[in-house]
T-cell receptor, first 112, second 116 residues
Framework: GDSVTQMEGPVTLSEEAFLTINCTYT??????LFWYVQYPGEGLQLLLK?????DKGSNKGFEATYRKETTSFHLEKGSVQVSDSAVYFC???????????FGKGTSLLVTP | DTGVSQDPRHKITKRGQNVTFRCDPI?????LYWYRQTLGQGPEFLTY????????KSRLLSDRFSAERPKGSFSTLEIQRTEQGDSAMYLC??????????????FGQGTRLTVV
């Protein structure tokens, strides 16, 4: 079935470092792809999305490009801040059924 | 629009007690989902409503769990005879009635349940 695989965390970076969180997917057809972020003790917030191949989603300095050739949707940010410390989830809609499929999440800690 | 609202935010209960959580979705959203999230894991799907109809249930939803959405607006999730393994964050999400494969879900802040 459709699924996503994320890199294992935790990831620890110094402020202003470059961030990459890898996500690869297996899907039938070409669904939209999403990145969600979860701050400590909170629910999930949609960070960005891409609806078709070669689309780039972006928000708050984060970017991810929907790459059909490599079935990837890696999350990047050029300069992370302490406030970016959170758990990041890659997700895609199902081929059958209704519920989003989530990766296991990647925890990011940014230190001053 | 105030987003998806969940109540309570936190619930501590003794093993064997019943608990009920409430979710108010975004007003124009027909679709409503319940997920469970345990520490260090991604959200796991529990159940889905299209308006008032419960169209999908995960095998995670044991017979101690029941969910309703009586008028197609708010939803409740009840857990009977709680067990320590039920301790988790319970997340509610909603989405508009568009093509499923292109539609994101909007999440509430969750209800954290602790069973002691």
């Amino acid at each position: 079935g459709d699924s996503v695989t994320q890199m294992e965390g935790p990831v620890t970076l110094s402020e202003e470092a470059f961030l990459t969180i890898n996500c690869t997917y297996t899907a039938t057809g070409y669904p939209s792809l999403f990145w969600y972020v979860q701050y400590p003790g909170e629910g999930l917030q949609l960070l960005l999305k891409a609806t078709k191949a070669d689309d780039k989603g972006s928000n708050k300095g984060f970017e991810a490009t929907y790459r059909k050739e490599t079935t990837s949707f890696h999350l990047e940010k050029g300069s992370v801040q302490v406030s970016d410390s959170a758990v990041y989830f890659c997700a895609l809609p199902p081929n059958s059924g209704y519920a989003l499929n989530f990766g296991k999440g990647t925890s990011l800690l940014v230190t001053p | 629009d105030t987003g998806v609202s969940q109540d309570p935010r936190h619930k501590i209960t003794k093993r064997g007690q019943n608990v009920t959580f409430r979710c108010d979705p975004i007003s124009e959203h027909n679709r409503l989902y319940w997920y469970r999230q345990t520490l260090g894991q991604g959200p796991e799907f529990l159940t889905y409503f299209q308006n008032e109809a419960q169209l999908e249930k995960s095998r995670l939803l044991s017979d101690r769990f029941s969910a309703e959405r009586p008028k197609g607006s708010f939803s409740t999730l009840e857990i009977q005879r709680t067990e320590q393994g039920d301790s988790a964050m319970y997340l509610c999400a909603s989405s508009p009635d568009r093509a499923v494969r292109n539609t994101e879900a909007f999440f509430g802040q969750g209800t954290r349940l602790t069973v002691v």
